[in-house]
């Protein structure tokens, strides 16, 4: 059986498009998978990283952007320890969407989650949104700012390691220990991680820029699973 010291539920939403699988897929199994389909409901996957000299699981859910699969994701929020909001910097649709992705947050997800925003899509030219307003939205918001690539591999890996790291540190300091492990410094080494994957869903049909009807039904397992912190 596989040891580890900490469970952490990162949850990732934005619109339809945006990267959100593509970044999962990344960080998880190293590569940028080609025709990506717009997800269905919820999909997870499951990383285990050394931080700190400690195990950490991180249970990575991957939600469907678009509209019509609302209901279900929604229902992920709750125990998420931290939540990725993502856009694309080359799609300013989707940047304006976050008010509407910050209030579901509000309302789905407990108030003390971890909140990152991230602007996906980097290695593209016809960017849209500067990266001044996406870190002034952030800091507005009370939340992390990152910059990515996942076709490119850039700061994914950071985006996750800065992550876990954070959550130990809160994770430590409710527990009585040092809070200065809040701070503790990311590691972007991959060496000594493993990969597990679960699939609630499937990648169906096309996904497009901007929002995107497409794909067929739904085949997603309901909402809540119980992670906790171990440890
Ligand atoms: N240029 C570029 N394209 C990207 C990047 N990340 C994702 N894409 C492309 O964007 C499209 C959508 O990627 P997905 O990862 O499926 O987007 P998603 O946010 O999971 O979409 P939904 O599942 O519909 O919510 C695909 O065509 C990807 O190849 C990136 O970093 N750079």
Do not use: C, H, P
């Given at each position: 059986m596989e040891e580890y010291k900490f469970l952490f539920k990162i949850v990732l939403v934005g619109n339809a498009g945006v990267g959100k699988t593509c970044l999962v897929r990344r960080f998880t199994q190293g590569l940028f998978p080609p025709g990506q389909g717009a997800t269905i409901g919820v999909d997870f996957m499951i990383k285990t990283v050394e931080v700190e000299g400690e195990k950490?699981?991180?249970?990575?859910?991957?939600?469907?952007?678009?509209?019509?699969?609302?209901?279900?994701?929604?229902s992920y929020y709750r125990s998420a320890h931290a939540l990725i909001l993502v856009y694309d910097i080359s799609c300013q649709p989707t940047f304006d969407c976050l008010p509407d992705w910050l209030r579901e947050i509000q309302e789905y997800a407990n108030s003390k989650v971890l909140k990152i925003l991230v602007g996906n899509k980097t290695d593209r030219e016809d960017r849209e949104i500067p990266t001044q307003i996406g870190e002034e939205f952030a800091k507005q918001h009370d939340?992390?700012?990152?910059?990515?690539?996942?076709?490119?591999?850039?700061?994914?890996?950071?985006?996750?390691?800065?992550?876990?790291?954070?959550?130990?540190?809160?994770a430590r300091s409710k527990n009585g220990s040092s809070a200065a492990a809040a701070v503790a410094a990311h590691r972007q080494s991959d060496g000594n991680s493993s990969i597990g994957l679960g699939s609630f869903s499937v990648k169906a049909a096309q996904s497009n820029c901007c929002g995107g009807s497409n794909s067929s039904s739904n085949n997603s397992s309901s909402g809540d699973?119980?992670?906790s912190q171990a440890g």
């Open positions: 950490i699981k991180l249970q990575i859910w991957d939600t469907a952007g678009q509209e019509r699969f609302r209901s279900i994701t929604q939340m992390y700012f990152l910059e990515t690539s996942a076709k490119e591999a850039e700061n994914v890996e950071r985006l996750f390691y800065e992550i876990a790291a954070e959550l130990i540190g809160q699973n119980n992670t």
